[in-house]
């Protein structure tokens, strides 16, 4: 991975962006065991882990160019913060649905049954953070670089 962030540096980009992972187990796909109610936040060790070891890496890739080049903005923190505050934007409202999703499959199955539907989509899309169980939707991303933008 650092050789090719060397090329790109060396193209005479002087900041690159290296982004952690999201707290996953705040998934839509992780919160449907409790209705869409509950981030577990003490389960994210894995991203917590992931996240600890990119940042490790950023510092040595910094410190090998001899200049801040590499920077990376903290994705985690920032979905978390998301999730937790009250968002009023007034482009795309107020987002009421955090944990659960609009776009949900039907029965699970992706496959062409007929004529039957293969997804639900919500009323509201405006209204909720994720898209479907792992994606966030437009006003989802929005929180989280409004978040991310003050940090």
């Not at 040595?60 to 590499?70: G, H, I, L, Q």
């Not at 009023?88 to 499959?105: M, R, T």
């Not at 479907?132 to 978040?147: E, L, M, R, T």
């Amino acid at each position: 991975m650092f050789l090719n962030l060397k090329r790109v540096n060396s193209l005479g980009i002087n900041k690159i962006g290296i982004t952690g992972i999201q707290p996953i187990r705040c998934s839509p796909r992780n919160t449907a065991t409790s209705s869409f109610k509950n981030c577990d936040s003490a389960q994210n060790k894995l991203s917590k882990s992931h996240n600890e070891m990119l940042k490790q890496s950023v510092m040595a890739f910094n410190y090998a160019a001899a200049a801040p080049v590499f920077i990376r903005p903290i994705l985690y923190n920032a979905f978390f913060l998301a999730l937790q505050i009250d968002q009023n934007n007034p482009h795309q409202g107020k987002l009421s649905e955090k944990l659960k999703p609009c776009c949900i499959g039907v029965n699970g199955e992706d496959k062409n049954n007929g004529d039957q539907k293969k997804y639900i989509v919500c009323e509201d899309p405006k209204t909720t953070f994720f898209w479907d169980s792992i994606n966030p939707s437009d006003p989802g991303w929005f929180a989280v670089y409004s978040a991310l933008k003050h940090s």
